[in-house]
């Protein structure tokens, strides 16, 4: 079942995606070269204690057991890498997922950044990076009341093999409002004028996972880290959005102020 957030309700949806934001922008400003993984995650932990009155949660921390408070997946990793020892390089491309609660509604929001800038990767990664993001912008821009859910699938899917890149197919952006996790689920493939009409007060997790070469993923027997099965580069980007009568509403705005986003879009 969809479940729709009232206008007087809204309020809270932007109060805990802006903290998410902030969070993840704080975190994408700890990556460098020489940083491990698990130092950027106990930055999180701490770095949500000082949001608001104090009470903010990870909504990854012991989510099916998971032990990190965000998600940090390295070049072929796709999604949930667990942080730890892993030193960061100069080319690597780290993808950040925080999600997490405030007096009981979840945001949810993701990006991928290169270690180093944008300047450290290769022309075919910055062609990966571009493709993620604007499949992910497109997406978002053609979100109002009365499409199909599909219809913004359908978008997404045909904006990363356009780039040249592939959509993985096993994990879905969702529903997300006072729970992490809700319906509907949001694939990033689909034929369009199928599924959920969007309504006004929906409230997803549009999240675009790519491949820069085939599709297929596998599960590292860590149990969580989902990996490229060609070990080739993968990137994701996500921000949570209210269907509003005029458009989605971008709850998780990360800032533009990094050199790397400024870079992507050239090539
Ligand atoms: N932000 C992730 C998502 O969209 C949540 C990961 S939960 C974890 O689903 F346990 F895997 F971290
Ligand atoms: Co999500």
Redo the contacts with the bound molecule.
Sequence with gaps: MIKLIAPEEMIHMRTVGRMMANLLNACCDRVRPGVTTGEIDTFARAYLTTLGDGTACSGCLGYNGYPGVLCISVNEEVIHGIPGARVLQRGDIVSLDV?GSYHGYYG?NTRTVVVGGAKAATTEVRRLLRVTRQSLETAVKAIRPGVHLSDISYLVEKTVAEGGCTVVREYT??GVGRHLHEDPPVPNYGKPGKGPILHEGMTL?I?PMVNLGKAAVRVLSDGWTVVSRDGLPTAHF?YTVAVLKDGAEILTPWYEVDPWSADWMKS
């Design positions: 999600c949810d952006g969702h997790a999240e996500e």
